[in-house]
């Protein structure tokens, strides 16, 4: 019966050991094309202010030579920033799940100007009155099909949105994979329905559960030791990885990160729970 009771337990626990690391991993990859993957490395590598450069640099923005200083203000305020970073994020999302990416807008890139206008004239970065707003407005309501052609050829050039080549297509097509709803909630299924059987296997002991507990925390263990590799090697390598690769490192990072927040907690409250239950049924 001991026998038994030990196979029964092996298998759950190798049954625990792949559901937990494909759920984990499924949370993983899809915080990693989140908006916040992508907030972090836009901001760890400065890829909006090389956007930003670089559209001053090809003089995208001075409409004309007379509203160049204005104009470098606002791309360089938060809202611009947020409009970058949301853009980025939209693009790499399209490009895992197979989907066609488009251009920035026209209506989108000047409402996110006129937004842009708007924090730095409440900020006083810029003074300007009434008048000499709607001056501005008409400027740049008639620059604007120029300016966006621009923007988005400077993006171009920059490669920041080409997270997909030759080396990464094959990963691309497993993250879309790791990523569907069967697989998240299958692997999720069935790493919740090993840990239930693990508690009714050892329910006198609890032990189950502690087990269901480690387990977990030794899947966990695997993407921290990925994001702390994935850091040291953008670390070791510097400005001699391209920007998209730098950014798509730290995305990946930052959803391995993820994925052991959410495993540390799933596996530590197994591991606590363990004696809280011991005591509770003593009695």
Not at 13 to 19: M, N, P, Q, V, Y
Not at 175 to 200: P, Q
Request: hydrophobic content about 50%.
């Amino acid at each position: 019966m001991r026998f038994i009771r030990g196979l029964l337990g092996f298998l759950l626990t190798l049954i625990l050991l792949a559901s937990s690391a494909l759920a984990l991993g499924s949370y993983a990859v899809t915080e990693s094309i989140s908006e916040g993957a992508v907030e972090k490395a836009i901001t760890e590598t400065d890829a909006v202010g090389m956007l930003t450069d670089n559209i001053i640099e090809h003089n995208t923005i001075n409409l004309g030579g007379v509203y160049g200083e204005t104009m470098q203000a606002i791309l360089k305020s938060d809202a611009m920033t947020d409009f970058f970073t949301a853009y980025t994020a939209r693009c790499l999302q399209s490009q895992v799940y197979g989907e066609e990416m488009e251009e920035i807008g026209t209506d989108d890139l000047n409402a996110a100007f006129s937004e842009g206008m708007d924090e730095c004239l409440e900020k006083g970065i810029i003074v300007m009155d009434q008048g000499e707003r709607a001056m501005f407005d008409a400027a740049l309501n008639a620059a604007m099909p120029n300016l966006t052609k621009g923007i988005n050829y400077v993006l171009d050039q920059m490669d920041l949105t080409s997270f997909v080549d030759e080396d990464t297509a094959h990963q691309i097509e497993i993250a879309r994979t790791a990523t569907s709803n069967e697989v998240r909630y299958g692997a999720a299924g069935i790493a919740i329905l090993a840990c239930i059987l693990l508690f009714a296997l050892y329910w006198r002991s609890k032990f189950g559960m502690l087990l269901a507990g480690i387990m977990i925390l030794v899947t966990t263990a695997f993407f921290y030791a990925l994001s702390m590799m994935i850091d040291s090697t953008v670390d070791s390598s510097g400005s001699g990885l391209v920007l998209s690769r730098q950014m798509l490192y730290i995305m990946i990072s930052y959803g391995s990160m993820r994925a052991v927040r959410m495993g540390a907690i799933i596996g530590g409250a197994m591991i606590v729970a363990c004696p809280i239950f011991k005591l509770l049924f003593r009695r």
